[in-house]
């Protein structure tokens, strides 16, 4: 190198990084043909950890804290390029930073139904939403596995990635919950946590961790939450059956005063209500007249089979009576004779 060289190249004595807050998780500082002067300082801010990298191999690793570069901070460095305890020379490394905060309120969300199985129904359609936040804990690991060599990289581009695995886990999660979904939307931190514990391995092998998980909401899809809905009212009154047309009857009351109160104000309000009432009533009518049928029917039965032979004889005595005196007709007297003769039987 030339003399004129020499004090042309320029030398670096301070590594550090001040984010931007625009969501890069990691950044490489800029060397361009720039070297680092022995002895410069590094600072690595909370949050953040800091990497070396020698012709394509991460060196030393260094989390929060100032430090002074020399062969004693960069054991790993030192050993790569064969330096000696004396070594007092400018060198060349990659330096990259990476951001280790909570990247928070992350989305997530079924852009489709997807089906669960569930013990009560077999098979359900679910959507679903939330968010949740992560951090690099293994920067080398995430250096290797996703980042690169790339000058920075940020949240967003990894955001597909992620979403994605949080929906191919939402399967698994439920099944190893044990939560039916009737329940899931009254333990929605435990499918949450379920969640977490089948993207935890996951994550681990990019060199991130998941920080939290929440699940703001479980649905079916809107067919199938109708069904729902009325096996929840059936749920409601049980075995009642009063109570279910009790039920009956308040749905349909609604929906009377709506057909009969097009007109508005207060007289359609009572043709509706007056419709509701007749409604129950007849409903109530026409169950008490179906548990009064079998009722009468087995309360006629004993009497039919409590029939003597002498008493059938001497009906068919009078009706052959009624035909002489030309009330009953031949043909009525035939029937009623066959009818009786068969309880003889």
Partial sequence: MSLMDFIK?????????????????A?????????IQNGASLTVRDSQMAIFVNEGKVADVFGPGTYKLTTQTLPVLTYLQNWDKLFESPFKSDVYFFSTRQQIDQKWGTPQPITIRDKDFGAVRVRAFGNYAY???????????????????AASEIDGQLRGMVLQSISDAVASSGIPFLDLAANQMEFAKALREQLDPEMTKLGLKIEGMTVQSVSLPEELQKILDQKIGMGMVGNDMAKFMQYQTAQAIPKFAEGAGGG?????????????????????QNLQAGLQAPAAAAAAAPAVAALKPEDIMATLEKLADLKGKGILTAEEFDSKKAELLKKLV
């Fill in 264 to 284: 508005g104000g207060i007289a359609g309000d009572a043709m509706g209500l007056g419709a509701g009432v007749a409604l129950g009533q007849v409903l109530a």
């Fill in 27 to 35: 950044w490489r500082f800029p060397m361009a043909e720039m070297e």
């Fill in 9 to 25: 190249k320029q030398f670096i004595d301070i590594i550090q990084w001040t984010e931007s807050g625009d969501g890069t998780l």
């Fill in 135 to 153: 951090r690099i804990t293994d920067p080398k690991l995430f250096h290797t596995e996703i980042s690169g060599t790339r000058d920075s990289y």
